[in-house]
C-alpha cells in the first residue's frame, strides 16, 4: 500500500499488477472469479489523490475522494447538486465511505452514476504517469462497458469540472428496481438555462445505462432549444430520445422498457424543474 | 504474499503477520473469533459485514487486511463495556428489533455511523441511512422504532459514536 506517488510508480512498473481504491468493484469481480492478478495494489493511502478543491471557475475532485466526502463538501452541494444527487443515489452508506469517484468513472460502467452528470457538466478527467501528465474530456476518456483510455503506465489522478455558470437548473434522476442499492436501469442528468419566462435558453442532457456508455443526444438538446419547457415540448423530445437511444435487455430491464423510460424521464423536468424554486447561485 | 500489520481493534493494539490476499472478514472471523462479523452476501449487498474503521462504516467482506495497517478497527464485540449495553444495543433489544440475530451487529454498527453523520434523523433519514443493511426475518419497522427511540432519548455516559 504506497502512501505516495513517488512510492507508487515502481510497484506499477511490476507485470500482472491491477490498481484499486475503495476496492467495491475490484474485489466484487475478482470473487466473481475473473482471474487473480498477480499484484493488487491499493491507492486508499495516497495522499495526492483524496479532497476536492475550488480552483474559481472550476472543481477539481481528487480521484480517491470517498463518495460520502463528496456528499459532504459544500462546493458540490451547492455549484454541482446534478453530481451531489448522483453520488447521493449511489450503492448504500459503507459502499459510499468505500467507493470512489475515481474508481466509478475508471470502471466505465454505462450505469455508473456520475458519468451522466460529468458529461453534461462537461469535465475532464487527468492522468498521471512516472514522465507526463495529460487531460482527456471524459467522453474520449471512456470508451464502451469497462473501457477507457488509460494505460497501464497511468493512474486518474482527479475530475475537472467547470461550474459552468450560464446554466441555472441542474437535474438528477435515475430509476431503479428499488431505492437502494439499485444499480441504474436508466438514468438522465440535465443542465438547463431556463429564462425567468420558462423558456429553455440553452440545454445539455446525458442517460445513463442505455447504450454502451452514456448516451448524449444533441438532436434532443436542439428540440428543446429556445422552446418553453413545457409538457408538449418535452413529449416531442421524449419521442426523440426514444430514437436516439440503443438500449439492450438485460436481468434488469428489456430494452423497449428502457427506451420508454429514457423519453418519460424528460417529462419530469417540467415538475422537477419548473415547480422548483432553487436557482443557482453564479 | 506476508505482510505485518498493526492497528487497533475494540481498542486494543493488535501485530500480526497474515497472507495480503486475506479479507478483513475472515481474519476478524478466524484469527480473532469475532463471529459478529457475519458473511451473507460477500459481494457488499447485504450489510451483514459492516464493521467501524475510524468510525466509519465498512464491509469486510470487500477489504484486505493491509486496508486496516495504522486504522481502528471497532466491531460488534468491542461495542459494550461488558456489563452495560450500549445504547443502541438496548434500544434494539426494548423495540424487539432482533429476531434471529444475524444482520443485527451489521444493523447497529450501521446506526452508530448514521447518528454519526446525523444525530437526530427522521423516519425517512434512518431508512436511507440503513439501506446497505438487508434484514430477513424482523422487518424494518421494529428496526426503524428502535432506531429512533435512541434518537428521542438518548442516553447518559456512553459514548453514542465510539471510533475503537
Ligand atoms: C453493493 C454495491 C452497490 C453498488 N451500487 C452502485 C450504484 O448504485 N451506482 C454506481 O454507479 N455504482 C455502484 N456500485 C459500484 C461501485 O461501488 C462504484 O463504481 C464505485 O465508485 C467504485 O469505486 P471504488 O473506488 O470502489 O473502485 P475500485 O473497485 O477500487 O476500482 C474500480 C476500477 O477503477 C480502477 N481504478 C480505481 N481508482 C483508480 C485510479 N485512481 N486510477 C486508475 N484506475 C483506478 C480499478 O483498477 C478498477 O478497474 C456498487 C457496488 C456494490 C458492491
Ligand atoms: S457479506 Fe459483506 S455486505 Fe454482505
Ligand atoms: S433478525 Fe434475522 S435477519 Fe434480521
Keep these: 500500500m504506497p502512501e505516495s506517488l513517488e512510492a507508487l510508480w515502481p510497484a506499477l512498473e511490476e507485470p500482472d499488477t491491477m490498481v484499486y481504491a475503495g476496492g467495491t468493484d475490484v474485489l466484487v469481480r475478482l470473487r466473481s472469479g475473473s482471474g487473480q492478478p498477480q499484484q493488487l495494489i491499493c491507492l486508499e493511502r495516497l495522499r495526492e489523490l483524496q479532497g476536492i478543491e475550488d480552483h474559481g471557475d472550476r472543481v477539481l475532485i481528487k480521484a480517491g475522494t470517498s463518495h460520502a466526502r463528496i456528499l459532504d463538501d459544500p462546493i458540490i452541494q451547492t455549484r454541482l447538486p446534478v453530481l451531489a444527487r448522483a453520488v447521493k443515489s449511489l450503492g448504500s452508506p459503507p459502499i459510499r465511505n468505500m467507493g470512489t469517484i475515481g474508481g466509478n468513472i475508471c470502471s466505465a460502467s454505462p450505469a455508473g452514476d456520475t458519468l451522466p452528470p460529468l458529461y453534461v457538466l462537461q469535465a475532464e478527467v487527468a492522468l498521471r504517469s512516472r514522465t507526463a501528465d495529460r487531460r482527456l474530456p471524459i467522453g474520449d476518456f471512456i470508451k464502451g462497458p469497462g473501457q477507457t483510455a488509460i494505460r497501464p503506465d497511468e493512474i486518474l489522478t482527479g475530475i475537472w469540472i467547470p461550474k459552468n455558470p450560464e446554466f441555472n437548473r441542474q437535474h438528477y434522476e435515475k430509476v431503479g428496481q428499488r431505492k437502494a442499492l439499485a444499480i441504474s436501469i436508466v438514468s438522465l442528468a440535465a443542465l438547463i438555462e431556463l429564462t425567468p419566462a420558462g423558456m429553455i435558453e440553452d440545454i445539455r442532457l446525458a442517460w445513463g445505462s442505455v447504450g454502451p456508455t452514456v448516451v448524449t443526444a444533441p438532436e434532443v438538446e436542439a428540440v428543446l432549444r429556445g422552446r418553453p419547457l413545457r409538457l408538449e415540448v418535452l413529449k416531442e423530445a421524449a419521442e426523440a430520445t426514444r430514437r436516439a437511444v440503443s438500449p439492450i435487455d438485460d436481468i434488469r430491464a428489456t430494452a423497449d422498457y428502457r427506451r420508454e423510460v429514457a423519453g418519460n424521464l424528460l417529462y419530469r423536468l417540467s415538475l422537477r424543474v419548473e415547480t422548483s424554486p432553487e436557482i443557482l447561485p453564479r | ?164
Design chain 2, 1 to 164: 504474499m506476508k505482510i505485518r500489520l498493526s492497528f487497533r481493534l475494540n481498542g486494543n493494539p493488535i501485530e500480526l503477520e497474515t497472507d495480503a490476499e486475506r479479507r478483513v472478514v475472515d481474519l476478524l472471523r478466524e484469527d480473532f473469533g469475532f463471529t459478529g462479523t457475519k458473511e451473507a452476501c460477500g459481494s457488499g449487498e447485504c450489510g451483514a459485514c459492516t464493521i467501524l474503521v475510524e468510525g466509519e462504516s465498512r464491509l469486510a467482506c470487500l477489504m484486505r487486511v493491509g486496508q486496516l495497517e495504522g486504522r481502528s478497527v471497532l466491531t460488534i464485540e468491542g461495542l459494550s463495556d461488558g456489563k452495560h449495553l450500549h445504547p443502541v444495543q438496548q434500544a434494539f433489544v426494548e423495540a424487539g428489533a432482533v429476531q434471529c440475530g444475524f444482520c443485527t451487529p451489521g444493523l447497529i454498527l450501521g446506526t452508530i455511523d448514521l447518528l454519526r453523520r446525523n444525530p437526530r434523523p427522521d423516519r425517512e433519514e434512518i431508512r436511507e441511512g440503513l439501506s446497505g443493511n438487508l434484514c430477513r426475518c424482523t422487518g424494518f419497522q421494529k428496526i426503524v422504532d428502535a432506531v429512533e427511540k435512541v434518537v428521542s432519548s438518548p442516553a447518559e455516559g456512553s459514548d453514542p459514536c465510539p471510533v475503537g
